[in-house]
């Protein structure tokens, strides 16, 4: 069977069964990650995006070396700071403008000199910083942590449902409503990715972790990715590479109700999503082809910051930016926009 992973996926545009629409990137993809510093413009498409970042906003390169960097999250207030992964590099990376940039933690997860072949991806990914610890998606252990920031001391939740190791999680959100984790499973830690011998579940989804630390499936869906949810904790919103963006409508238990395609990559020409966030007002911040696409509740994609280096996930901070993981560096812009915080 023919497979995609993430970065074929990311290149090409495959999404929804595309090509780069009309429309799309104004960079060609032969022009992403060159090496040279992230650069990039604001695409204003809507008025309603000059209540959310100016159209002359510049994204300012920060630090590179970086292997894969991903799952970026602001920990404390304006002058707080940002923890990022370096997936491959087995590492977080902790980040203050003006101070600089260091390694926060290694091994970010798979731990041994060596990790095994068929492993892809070792160290952590996605990341979500909490008052009572950061959230950790450990791709290379394959489950969920909770890392204290002081000690470092790591945490399990869960590695396992029903006796089944995890694919390799990936990305994660905290509902407004009752404080549970959302994230998501797909297989892109893995070396062979669905193919992978390593796996023992035979689906790819969305699961639950409650404040009691009780553990459900919420979907199954066919390549999960990024995940957010809605302001009310009424729509969980993630990336299927397979079809787009989805929008899960939520019950009062916290269950899915209805399922239906928020960005359709073949009528919006965005493609090839990955980590995204929700906005105070509901707002998708969400990476794509060639930059950052921001979308309304409503699904109208109001603009787009478009940049010559792929976009792996984003981060609203409370020092008034927006931070990119674009591949091997890291990059920011102002915004006005400020993010739905649920700690």
Same mark, same amino acid.
């Given at each position: !069977?023919?497979?995609?992973? *993430?970065?074929?996926?990311?290149?090409?545009?495959? =999404?929804?069964?595309?090509?780069?629409?009309?429309?799309?990137?104004?960079? /060609?993809?032969?022009?992403? &990650?060159?090496?040279?510093?992230?650069?990039?413009?604001?695409?204003? #498409?809507?008025?309603?995006? &000059?209540?959310?970042?100016?159209?002359?906003?510049?994204?300012?390169?920060?630090?590179? $070396?970086?292997?894969?960097?991903?799952?970026?999250?602001?920990?404390?207030?304006?002058?707080?700071?940002?923890?990022?992964?370096?997936?491959?590099?087995? *590492?977080?990376?902790?980040?203050?403008?003006?101070? $600089?940039?260091? +390694?926060?933690?290694?091994?970010?997860?798979?731990?041994?000199? @060596?990790?095994?072949?068929?492993?892809? %991806?070792?160290?952590?990914?996605?990341?979500? /910083?909490?008052?009572?610890?950061?959230? #950790? /998606?450990?791709?290379?252990?394959?489950?969920?942590?909770?890392?204290?920031?002081?000690?470092?001391?790591?945490? @399990?939740?869960?590695? *396992?449902? %029903?006796?089944?190791?995890?694919?390799?999680?990936?990305?994660?959100?905290?509902?407004?409503?009752?404080?549970? +984790?959302?994230?998501?499973?797909?297989?892109?830690?893995?070396?062979?990715?669905? %193919?992978?011998?390593?796996? %023992?579940?035979?689906?790819?989804? +969305?699961?639950?972790?409650?404040?009691?630390?009780?553990?459900? #499936?919420?979907?199954?869906?066919?390549?999960?990715?990024?995940?957010?949810?809605?302001?009310?904790?009424?729509?969980?919103?993630?990336?299927?590479?397979?079809?787009?963006?989805? =929008?899960?409508?939520?019950?009062?238990?916290?269950?899915? /109700?209805?399922?239906?395609?928020?960005?359709?990559?073949?009528?919006?020409?965005?493609?090839?999503? &990955?980590?995204?966030? +929700?906005?105070?007002?509901?707002?998708?911040?969400?990476? !794509?082809?060639?930059?950052?696409?921001?979308?309304?509740?409503? $699904?109208?994609?109001?603009?787009?910051?478009?940049?010559?280096?792929?976009?792996?996930?984003?981060?609203?901070?409370?020092?008034?930016?927006?931070?990119?993981?674009?591949?091997?560096?890291?990059?920011?812009?102002?915004?006005?926009?400020?993010?739905?915080?649920? =700690?």
């Amino acid at each position: !069977m023919l497979t995609f992973t *993430r970065r074929d996926i990311l290149a090409t545009g495959l =999404a929804g069964g595309i090509g780069v629409a009309a429309g799309g990137p104004i960079f /060609a993809q032969e022009d992403l &990650d060159t090496g040279a510093p992230v650069a990039g413009k604001v695409e204003r #498409l809507d008025p309603a995006l &000059d209540a959310l970042i100016d159209a002359d906003a510049v994204v300012e390169p920060l630090t590179g $070396g970086l292997i894969w960097c991903e799952g970026p999250t602001w920990v404390g207030g304006k002058d707080g700071y940002l923890l990022y992964s370096d997936v491959i590099g087995n *590492r977080i990376h902790r980040l203050k403008v003006g101070t $600089g940039d260091m +390694i926060w933690l290694q091994p970010s997860g798979y731990v041994g000199a @060596l990790f095994p072949n068929s492993i892809k %991806e070792p160290g952590s990914n996605g990341l979500y /910083a909490t008052r009572r610890g950061l959230l #950790l /998606a450990d791709s290379g252990n394959r489950g969920l942590f909770r890392v204290d920031y002081k000690t470092k001391r790591r945490t @399990l939740l869960h590695d *396992r449902f %029903e006796g089944k190791r995890f694919n390799s999680p990936n990305d994660m959100c905290i509902s407004p409503r009752d404080g549970s +984790i959302y994230f998501t499973d797909p297989a892109y830690g893995l070396k062979d990715t669905l %193919e992978s011998s390593l796996r %023992e579940l035979d689906f790819t989804g +969305i699961f639950r972790v409650k404040t009691d630390n009780s553990l459900s #499936l919420v979907a199954k869906v066919d390549v999960p990715n990024g995940i957010g949810i809605s302001p009310d904790g009424t729509v969980l919103y993630c990336t299927d590479v397979s079809r787009g963006w989805l =929008a899960h409508r939520l019950d009062s238990d916290g269950s899915v /109700a209805e399922t239906r395609i928020f960005i359709d990559p073949a009528a919006t020409g965005i493609t090839a999503g &990955d980590g995204l966030k +929700i906005d105070s007002h509901g707002n998708m911040w969400t990476s !794509m082809l060639g930059g950052i696409a921001i979308v309304s509740p409503a $699904g109208r994609v109001l603009g787009k910051i478009v940049t010559n280096s792929i976009v792996s996930n984003c981060e609203l901070a409370a020092d008034g930016y927006l931070y990119m993981s674009c591949n091997h560096q890291m990059a920011r812009i102002r915004v006005k926009a400020q993010k739905l915080v649920v =700690a």
